[in-house]
């Protein structure tokens, strides 16, 4: 699976965001080992701290599923400046893969870079 077809299905399965408070959209793609591919969107809530990003929607999925071999993932947001993962899910994914590569739109091309890359002291225990 190429980047642009993982970037394609999280653009197409962003259409399903729930963000009637942000009215940002987020869709994102994950490629395992297994060569499943796990979607998720942000889901908002009334009670704005209960959100939850598409990266991790995505990871959980993966995770309950037994799939835990994380390679790359692809994100594709709307309406924002910056369209890399935020803190949160940079270390949330760091926990299965520190080499996932991790895909997302950047002035207005599609790049990769590892996560790493993106956070170099992820916190472990
Ligand atoms: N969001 C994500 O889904 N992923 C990120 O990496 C950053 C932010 C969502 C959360 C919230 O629903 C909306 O984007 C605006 O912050």
């Known amino acids: 699976m190429t980047n642009e077809e993982l970037y394609e299905i999280a ?8 963000s009637p408070y942000s009215h940002v959209k987020v869709g994102a793609a994950l490629l395992t080992g297994s060569g499943a591919v796990y979607t998720g969107v942000n889901v908002e809530n009334a009670s704005f701290g209960a959100a939850i990003c598409a990266e991790r ?33 940079r270390q949330f994914l760091a926990e299965f893969s520190k080499d996932l590569t ?23 225990l």
């Open 11 to 18: 653009s197409r399965v962003r259409e399903n965001a729930y």
């Open 57 to 89: 929607s995505a990871a959980v999925q993966a995770v309950g599923n037994g799939d835990r071999e994380f390679i790359k993932i692809a994100v594709a947001v709307s309406g924002s400046r910056v369209k890399s993962p935020c803190g949160i899910c």
């Open 102 to 124: 991790v895909i997302y739109e950047k002035n207005g091309a599609l790049t990769a870079q590892k996560l790493s890359e993106l956070l170099p002291e992820s916190f472990a």
